[in-house]
């Protein structure tokens, strides 16, 4: 698949597609990301792109030629009818889900936004659809294009060390929407506190119920919404509910 990225600041995607466990997946091409500059496409001595808002106020808006240009050069070189995404709090929540279809998809033009936003009417003309990281305000697109692009990265065939585990519907802490259990590492003893003795008992059976209940009893804590639409879809089992009830 193939992600067209435009920013203004290309640079800040380096570390993103050289280090770390998605680079896998960035280097290979399996998903191939293009980074496209729209200041390379503006006019004039000075290449702006940006200007006053009119109406006033402060700031200033990212002018609609560079970026129309920009998306012309990028779709001549697809071949699809690729969707244009802007990254703004405006947009559908990203989850797991979303993650999923991005994922098994062919790819999109990730447009970040920069200063206090865009010309409307070049949003109105050609973005398909806005996605959301939640109800906050950052500086730029440029980190949540990267959050999608790394979220993708890390489901494509091979790119986790332990390869494909995240398929499996028991080790994926979002696919049957409960939380991910504690971790631990050596010593068994750090700063006074312990390993949970199952952990190092090597029963594998007692190990993974004692992660589930983990999982179960973190979720109910902490996310009672997820343990509600978990039970909804029918992932919560009888054995499961006896942990539940039980008085803690
Ligand atoms: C910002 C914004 C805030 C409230 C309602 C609508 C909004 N649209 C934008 C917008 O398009 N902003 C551009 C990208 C330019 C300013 C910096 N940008 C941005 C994106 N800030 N915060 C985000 C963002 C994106 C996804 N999830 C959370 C925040």
Do not use: K
Not at 240 to 246: H, K
């Amino acid at each position: 698949m193939r992600f067209d990225v435009v920013t203004l600041f290309p640079e800040l995607f380096s570390p993103l597609l050289t280090v770390g466990i998605a680079r896998r997946a960035f280097e290979s091409r399996q998903v191939d990301v293009r980074l496209t500059n729209p200041r390379d496409f503006a006019s004039g001595h000075y290449r702006r792109v940006d200007d006053r808002p009119f109406g006033g106020g402060p700031g200033m808006v990212m002018l609609a030629q560079p970026l129309e240009l920009a998306l012309a050069h990028i779709r001549a070189q697809r071949s699809d009818a690729a969707p244009v995404v802007l990254f703004s709090p405006i947009g559908r929540r990203l989850d797991h889900s979303a993650v999923q279809r991005w994922s098994s998809g062919s790819g999109a033009i990730l447009l970040c936004g920069r200063y206090e936003g865009i010309d409307q009417r070049f949003i109105d003309s050609h973005v398909d659809e806005q996605i959301s990281l939640g109800d906050f305000v950052l500086s730029g697109g440029e980190i949540p294009a990267m959050a999608l692009l790394d979220a993708v990265a890390r489901l494509q065939p091979g790119v986790l060390s332990d390869s494909d585990s995240h398929q499996m519907d028991s080790f994926n802490p979002t696919l049957d929407g409960l939380l991910d259990c504690p971790h631990y590492t050596r010593p068994e003893e750090w700063s006074g506190q312990r390993v949970p003795e199952v952990l190092l008992s090597g029963h594998h059976g007692q190990i993974e119920r004692w992660r589930r209940d983990q999982r179960l009893l973190l979720t109910a804590r902490h996310r009672p919404d997820l343990l509600e639409a978990a039970r909804r879809d029918g992932r919560i089992s009888r054995q499961d509910e006896t942990v539940l009830a039980l008085p803690r």
